[in-house]
């Protein structure tokens, strides 16, 4: 079996769209840049069944041993993205219906229903066929299953199907459409069902339809493509032992966590721009933690993302920085969209390694410059893994969904207040966290983030946290955590559902915040605006971390911590500024020995990584400024071969990998 | 018969959606807060009906009876705006249809059709039912039908039953094809119907059709949700001899004067901001005058708006000035929406009284306070109303319709420029205008302004103002009024349908404004930009009050006065800034002893109140900013027994009620 | 033959709106304002045919013979652009559907299927009918096709009728679907056609269709539209040897070189206001250069466009430069839009020469000046003609459609690039380019532009030029030219399809500009971002006439030249900056005798005229300021009878006719 024993480049390749006699003419390329892998196949249906029943794989054949001949990996993507014209004619039944009732329209991508029996029943037949021709072909070092899921439209696939399979699964659910009333709440505006058939489906988004069905439904879309996957997922499993992965987006409506239960591999496909390459850091944190085993990086642009236009060209050094971000943060591959420019059709635009009529484009020597450097750096790297700091936030799927349909106050956007008030400051600070889901495994980590967690009610995760806390934990949780039924409804005996009891704090009022903003007093003695939500505490007994210093919560708390077992509880009444989030997780966390790594500039990413025989980190300058990383340790630079103690500067776009003690030595 | 001798506060309340035993703690809760009224069964269909044919009303009986051994009375409201899902089940013909043939989804509110033969068949078998269960009911003070009737959609319902039914009163108004293509104008086009089955409905949101159809077809929808609101009135009038009404929003496409010829007293929602609060006195100036009986102020938010997000939080002392306009006004009580937050569905996050696990939210001492004030203040209020000022301002439904399929000149909107431009600067000014419709009798007034009037063809009003004038009356009017015939046609003998044969002038041009504006000179000395519109006029012997002074109108006037009878007709040829009409309707006011509450801040709500046995006034703050009121007489204020005279200050949000005569007391 | 021996004023009338016995006034008036010509029919169908097969003629030979006693000549107007009521009842099938499969709705125009062969029969009947009424009447100079023809909607008509033509259309292209597949390159996304019935359609605008498909669709619809004109224009041909003509608007999306190959004479309806007047100039320059014969200005706004509300009135002076701007740019006529306003319907505010009740509008005075002004420069004005200067500047239909659906780099518009970009600076510098067409023969010109121009593959352009350019010519070419084939695919050889073979330059590097823009280095000196689009360019020997100054580029040529037997062809990379664009222009022109009018202001509309008796010019000043007019002769103004030599100022938005050599006179 093959295996890349360093950090890999490569891309995605459609020599379905190139003369045959082109191939060899691309290899020779593509080892001028480096490459050390292809991804192939994506879309590639028609040209694999051109005809019903009637299969070519010559052509793939051909590509692949020739690409192996040259050392060129190749990683095999079912193409059932893209279903062929003869089969939507054939079928049309299986094309994914809007929440209109409009079924979609052949001629782009991603048109079939992920349920639908007919269309399964192809995908069975052209997955296996490309299993028995390729499971064990030695240059396949991994599989892909279709492109991008993600639910259709607005409201997902809305076919008779899908709606079919969701009342039956509401069914089991509830047992009793009493049990479903009751749980959503539908006594409010005559909308109790009297019978299953009554739900409204699919939820128009034409309608105001009540929050429980629309988060419901779309968790029912989120199974759907993730069943979707599986179905394939199995296929593979019976004719290959490479690791199958399906590539995914920095999306929220479809459930990571979920669809990797039946993966070996996670898959990442990004495409940020110079502004906020940053939030790449965020998806690769979710993505690291979510397997043991390194994640591919398996799309991302070299110089501008593009359809039918370009949008935005980098500059020079993006390249390099966005290359070696997911090397960094945990994963063994990066590779790019795409090798040689589409010459037709939607995505002609878009940048590439070389252009559609084979010229290298500008950033080729960027490319090289990388591959030479996951060379240079390879061993270290692969004997290596991103250190674990103990310290975890969490993102969650449902979260997603029930905010989408109740944002509880004007202008919230769950991933994005994520994101840019949690994260991003944590970062900035130096803070290296995992991005993990409330269903993930707590045991690796000291101190757990949960703010806009609305329900604790998710893969047993109450009764989790509280054991963990009561073992040593640190729990920081809140705003907006713990006010929702796993049915998206409020509790009636309380505002929380659980903290209350767990920590005898009462919560006496809840204020919705924007325009509105109240000062909060810290204990630790800066005083700022909160912002987005204000839950006026009243401590009985906890530890009062901040108050409520103007506004009708003035006396109140807006911060407590409770001591339970080992552990402890901080809850958060409101969203603190950056510098009280970064000053309060750095208490906690030298509490619980977590410390971030101290003094670096803020637009340095700074990944500290150990293995049994080496230590040292990765850094990478993500704003195209110059940064400034204080070295305790001496170290080499295993790029440049430099010898670096003390202050080291890092020139805008630069990246260092740091050995520590390793001998300095020449880099050729 | 159940009486509540003085304005009173109350709430909406939901008892379908709370377990029965929560009952007797809202109660204590009610009383504490001071709460007298309750709304209820306004969405209860399904509670009250859970299967076809199948009743239960023991819960709601139940809930009547013990508010009343509380002494809490109770609005009781039909269900009927909430269909429920058995019956769009049976039934979904009775769905309401859009432009595009689309019908509603079950799922919200709203859903059905207004003239629907199948709905109004189950609407009348819940309404009787409920009659007979409650309408003897002692303590059930008034009926509320449905809720917040407006067209629905875009174009309103569109069903085939509603197209058929205009079509047949089309037939009936116009008799002859003929005689629509001639009141419409249809020769342009190739538009000519040879027959009615041909005029094209709905008339589509998409496509662009003729002013006089869309104008002609919105007039409808109003008539069909009239009929609709007439449908009920008559079947509870056969139950209960208690007032019937039905809370209407502040909206203009329902004819509010039609909808109340048949009830019995005028509810009012509103969900104004801290920006926009003013606007309520609009409507509220507009609630006073369409009857005697003081109405009753059905629906307002406490602290903020909101459905699955709440809006804007509102500053402390809001809810004290907001719950009393509606008593200043002419009002008799003010309910919350809502009494107890939902703990689920599609308005979860909306501001209350109490939250959803039944704590008072942070303004609950603001209720309390605002409730006994009513209490203190009762006795004056009750036996006083707002004092008429002879000054009159139209608002048509006619005109709303007219405005919004020709807005005349680009960026016109109606109902905006109406009360911003016109009723903001009178009642800045201390100007107390009642708001009415052109249907509306003018006995009481002696000045009326009828700005964007297009059309004196609705209510044979242009015979009825010609009278008025004639016998006394000062009627300012224009611009962009007379303009129109009643299907919304230009006239073609002149400019204006009545007013150069009524008062000599000629109108030589007429000119759009925006973004050209254009200087008026005026006779009492200032000089301005006129906006919106400008109208040339020859004075040809009418007393010229203004003069253009640039552009193509040079030298023509801007606003003639000519005598008529022993009243007078005030033409305005463009509309002046707020200074000049303040100073214009100063001047035709104090001919007619229409004087404005001298001396009071622009920010100060002051209404003049008088009784047989007491006058006074109410002085309200608008904006939470400092106001200062002169005041002529001693007098009392009720709610801080202080005696107040000479030059009183009034903080942000503060509210005095003061009655003349009296002397001062402690107020405990 | 009726012949007009001037240029001429006229307007649009709707006599079939108006009572018959009003048109004796309306003449009267006509006659004051100086009204040369009225164009009516245009819309009145129903007035026609008021019932299938029932056609009523006389009142408009009454009209029409009424018009000419008047001594006013008339256009008329074929209405089908508004097939009757009774029309669209009887055949639903003949109406227009959007790509949603949506038909349209009665009552508003164009709602009729350009294919579709039923409302060809009811077509054919009308114009018939028409042609035999009036085919020989000595009244009529001309006749109109329909009006504004424009494909219908987001994507044309998309009846089945539409699809099919456009189906067999494809295989009559192709031939076999496997052509279509290699042209279009559906290997991608699994969208290779099996045959042809699997081509999507109509491609709808809600899904991410190829660029090829949309490209090919969108010009189906211009020939479907040319196809309609043209089965009109042969039926018009058999009854009358008057011009016919069809009234067209400034839009792209219809093939104006194609529409005029069988019609006899251009029609062009704008409505410019005073910030975007200029760009009239272009769509007149082009108009101009469609045909010998002058062309029809058949409409634009006297004084405010509206349709339900007036759009923002105009200044004193717009309409005389408005009206002057054809004649000076080739035309003979200009036609206001319209005579009378309309008193009810969908344009019922727009501004005309009287208003609805016919009375002369504010500008009245001014038409009347114009009137006198064609009068007086009118032998001048027919006796000579804008003198070709040898400059064109390229405009296509394909190139608009290609764009439309691969915009290349975002933002990219191509007609508003063109005109801003390119066009305005040439004219603002005083070049006098030709607006022409691919298929446009190039025998007139010296020195030719084509910008944006993606492929060459038209028109058999290709050959054409590369023949012109070695008889001589000087071609200006790029950015953004020749890099699609006819299909709308990117060439696989080269970036170019063409250039690097006829200059030997080689295309190293192409990178999308906005945001990031580099600095060009000119050879004459100046330096100056460029915008767009970088192409890097190796010069292999031909003159390099810029350089990239920094960025990725740095060193490249940016602009080159490189002679081809006696002409030249100049390639740019990027988009020079308006300066450095009209500076290559000035020396490329100099070289071939190509000289701008020098030293007037850039705010005037200078065109030089020439005839076999006379020489002139005509001046427009077009931004309502002050300008500057150089005269090297002595000039007589024939408008103010003022004999005008050296710099002579021009007022805002004056109008000077110049006669070279001629006696000054006194006007009166």
Redesign the interface.
């Known amino acids: 079996m093959k295996r890349l024993n360093q950090p890999f480049l490569g891309a995605a390749y459609?020599p379905?769209?190139w003369p045959a006699e082109q191939v060899d003419g691309d290899i020779a390329l593509m080892l001028r840049a480096g490459m050390k892998v292809m991804r192939i196949g994506e879309?590639?249906?028609?040209?694999m069944e051109?005809?019903e029943g009637s299969y070519d794989w010559a052509w793939l054949h051909r590509v692949v041993n020739k690409l192996g001949k040259a050392g060129i990996a190749v990683i095999m993507c079912t193409?059932t993205c893209?279903?062929?014209?003869?089969l939507?004619?054939k079928h049309p039944e299986i094309l994914a219906v809007n929440d209109?009732g409009?079924p979609?329209?052949?001629?782009?991508?991603r048109h079939a229903c992920p349920t639908n029996p007919i269309y399964r029943k192809y995908v069975r037949r052209i997955v296996s066929r490309m299993g028995k021709e390729f499971g064990r072909d030695a240059n396949i070092i991994g599989w892909q299953i279709d492109n991008e899921l993600y639910p259709y439209g607005k409201r997902g696939c809305c076919c008779a199907h899908c709606q079919d399979t969701y009342r039956n699964q509401l069914r089991k659910q509830f047992g009793s459409v009493a049990a479903l009333n009751q749980a959503?709440?539908?006594?409010?505006?005559?909308?109790?069902?009297?019978d299953f058939?009554?739900v409204?489906l699919p939820?128009?988004a034409?309608?105001?339809?009540?929050?429980?069905?629309l988060t419901s439904w779309m968790q029912f879309q989120s199974r759907a493509y993730v069943d979707f996957s599986n179905y394939q997922a199995d296929i593979l499993h019976k004719y290959t032992r490479k690791p199958v992965g399906t590539d995914m987006m920095p999306y929220g409506a479809l459930n990571y966590y979920d669809v990797h239960r039946k993966l070996d591999i996670v898959q990442f496909n990004h495409y940020n721009s110079m502004e906020n390459l940053w939030e790449s850091s965020f998806w690769m944190d979710l993505c690291r933690s979510l397997k043991e085993r390194p994640f591919w990086n398996t799309e991302t642009a070299t110089c501008?993302n593009?359809?039918?236009?370009?949008?935005?060209?980098k500059?020079?050094g993006f390249n390099r920085v966005n290359s070696w971000m997911p090397i960094a943060l945990g994963g063994e591959a990066n590779l790019y969209w795409l090798w040689r420019?589409?010459?037709?059709?939607?995505?002609?635009?878009h940048g590439s390694v070389v252009?559609?009529?084979?010229?290298p484009?500008?950033?080729f020597d960027e490319v090289r410059e990388v591959a030479n450097g996951f060379s240079q750096a390879g061993e270290f790297l692969s004997s290596t893994r991103p250190s674990n700091s103990g310290l975890a936030l969490h993102f969650s799927g449902l979260a997603y969904s029930m905010f989408e349909?109740?944002?509880?106050?004007?202008g919230?956007n769950y991933l994005e207040k994520l994101k840019n008030s949690i994260y991003r400051p944590l970062i900035r600070a130096q803070f290296r966290p995992d991005v993990i889901d409330p269903a993930a495994d707590l045991d690796a980590y000291r101190l757990l983030l949960s703010p806009f967690l609305p329900t604790l009610e998710e893969a047993k995760f109450a009764d989790k946290v509280l054991e963990w806390v009561r073992a040593g934990g640190t729990w920081v949780v809140g705003p907006l955590s713990d006010i929702r039924t796993r049915e998206?409804?409020?509790?009636?005996?309380?505002?929380y559902g659980h903290l209350e009891a767990w920590t005898k704090i009462v919560c006496?009022?809840?204020?919705?915040?924007?325009?509105?903003d109240y000062q909060v007093r810290w204990n630790e003695g800066s005083s700022a605006l909160g912002s987005v939500w204000y839950d006026?505490l009243e401590p009985r007994g906890a530890e009062v971390l901040a108050l409520y210093a103007d506004g009708?919560?003035a006396g109140l708390a807006a911060a407590v911590r409770q001591r339970i077992g080992q552990g402890q509880i901080v809850v958060l009444g409101t969203l603190p500024r950056e510098q009280e989030l970064v000053n309060l997780i750095g208490t906690l966390g030298r509490e619980v020995d977590i410390l971030p790594y101290a003094g670096a500039s803020p637009n340095l990413l700074v990944v500290p990584r150990s293995g049994e025989n080496a230590a040292g980190l990765v850094a990478i300058e993500l704003e195209n400024q110059p940064a400034r990383l204080p070295l305790e340790r001496l170290a080499v630079d295993l790029l440049s071969g430099e010898l670096c103690s003390g202050e080291v500067a890092m020139p805008p776009y630069s990246v260092r990998v740091l050995q520590y003690d390793l001998q300095p030595f020449t880099n050729e």
Chains 1, 2, 3 share one sequence.
């Open positions: 459609y379905e769209d879309f590639a249906w028609s040209r051109p005809e193409p893209t279903p062929p014209a003869w939507s004619q209109q409009i979609a329209q052949h001629g782009a991508r959503w709440g539908t006594n409010l505006w005559s909308q109790t069902y009297n058939s009554q409204p939820p128009r034409d309608t105001w339809h009540h929050p429980s069905l501008w593009g359809s039918t236009m370009a949008n935005g060209v500059k020079p420019a589409h010459w037709s059709g939607q995505e002609l635009m252009s559609s009529c084979g010229r484009l500008h950033i349909f109740q944002p509880m106050v004007a919230f998206a409804c409020k509790y009636t005996h309380a505002p006496r009022y809840e204020l919705p915040g924007a325009p509105a006026g009708p919560l």
